[in-house]
C-alpha cells in the first residue's frame, strides 16, 4: 500500500539552528501538508500545498517557517531559527483530491527536539 | 471556523468487550467529512475510519463502526471486541467537503487503554 515517508525519524538540533524535515507523498496525491503534534497535546495545521503555492497556513506557520516542493515527488518543512518550543512531533501528509481523495494520509512523523 | 471536542480524556476498557468513544464537532457547513485516527505509540496517525455527511448510513469497518448524528453534530466511534492493540490515543477530526485541499481539525484526543 502507498504511503507517506518521512525523514529524519527523530532529530535534536540546538537552539537557532536550521532544520529541514523532509517528506515523499503519495505518488499520486496533488495536496500536501504539514502538522504539528507537541507532546501531550492535540494535532495542529502548520500549512497546505498544491501546485508549487502554499493554499492556506495557520498562525502558528510564521515567517521562521518555509515549505518547498524541490522536485517531483519531495516535499520539505524548513524551520529557519528554532526556537525551543518547536520541538514536537512534525507530521507530513497528502491527499489525492476531490472525490476520492477526501482522505488525508499521514507519514509515521518526524520528532524534532531543540535544546 | 469549525472546532472538534472530546471530552473524555481517558477511557478504559476490558478486552473483548465494547467502547464507545465521544466526539462532538462544530460547523455552520453541510458538506463535510468525519474521521477517527488512531495514534499508537508509535506515533504514527492511522486512519480507523472515515464518514461523509451526505451519507446517513453509519460508516463500519470490521470491528470499528461510528454513530453519526449530523443533527446533534455528534459523531461517536464504538469498538466492538477490544483488543490490546486497539490501545491508543483516538483522535477525531473534521474535513470540509468545499475545498479539494482543506485541512483536517482535530479534536485534543482520548487514551484508550485495554485490560487484558
Known amino acids: 500500500e502507498p504511503e507517506v515517508t518521512q525523514t529524519p525519524s527523530h532529530q535534536v538540533t540546538q537552539m537557532g539552528q536550521e532544520v529541514i524535515l523532509r517528506c515523499v507523498p503519495i505518488?499520486?496525491?496533488?495536496?500536501f501538508y504539514w502538522y504539528r503534534q507537541i507532546l501531550g497535546q492535540k494535532v495542529e495545521f502548520l500549512v497546505s500545498?498544491?501546485?508549487?503555492?502554499?493554499?492556506?497556513k495557520s498562525e502558528i506557520f510564521d515567517d521562521q517557517f518555509s515549505v518547498e516542493r524541490p522536485d517531483g515527488s519531495n516535499f520539505t518543512l524548513k524551520i529557519r531559527s528554532t526556537k525551543l518550543e518547536d520541538s514536537a512531533m512534525y507530521f507530513c501528509?497528502?491527499?489525492?483530491?476531490?472525490?476520492?481523495?477526501?482522505?488525508?494520509?499521514f507519514g509515521e512523523g518526524s520528532w524534532l527536539t531543540v535544546v | 471556523a469549525q472546532t472538534v471536542t472530546q471530552s473524555q480524556p481517558e477511557m478504559s476498557v476490558q478486552e473483548a468487550e465494547t467502547v464507545t468513544l465521544s466526539c462532538t464537532y462544530d460547523?455552520?457547513?453541510?458538506?463535510?467529512?468525519l474521521f477517527w485516527y488512531k495514534q499508537p505509540p508509535s506515533r504514527q496517525m492511522i486512519l480507523v475510519i472515515r464518514?461523509?455527511?451526505?451519507?446517513?448510513q453509519n460508516a463500519t469497518e470490521n470491528r470499528f463502526s461510528v454513530n453519526f448524528q449530523k443533527a446533534a453534530k455528534s459523531f461517536s466511534l464504538k469498538i466492538s471486541d477490544s483488543q490490546l492493540g486497539d490501545a491508543a490515543m483516538y483522535f477525531c477530526?473534521?474535513?470540509?467537503?468545499?475545498?479539494?485541499?482543506?485541512?483536517?481539525?482535530f479534536g485534543k484526543g482520548i487514551t484508550l487503554s485495554v485490560r487484558p
Open positions: 460547523t455552520s457547513e453541510s458538506d463535510y467529512y
Open positions: 464518514q461523509e455527511a451526505y451519507k446517513q
Open positions: 501528509a497528502s491527499s489525492g483530491g476531490q472525490g476520492a481523495g477526501n482522505t488525508i494520509y
Open positions: 505518488s499520486n496525491h496533488l495536496y
Open positions: 477530526a473534521y474535513r470540509s467537503a468545499y475545498r479539494a485541499n482543506s485541512k483536517l481539525t
Open positions: 500545498f498544491y501546485n508549487n503555492e502554499i493554499s492556506e
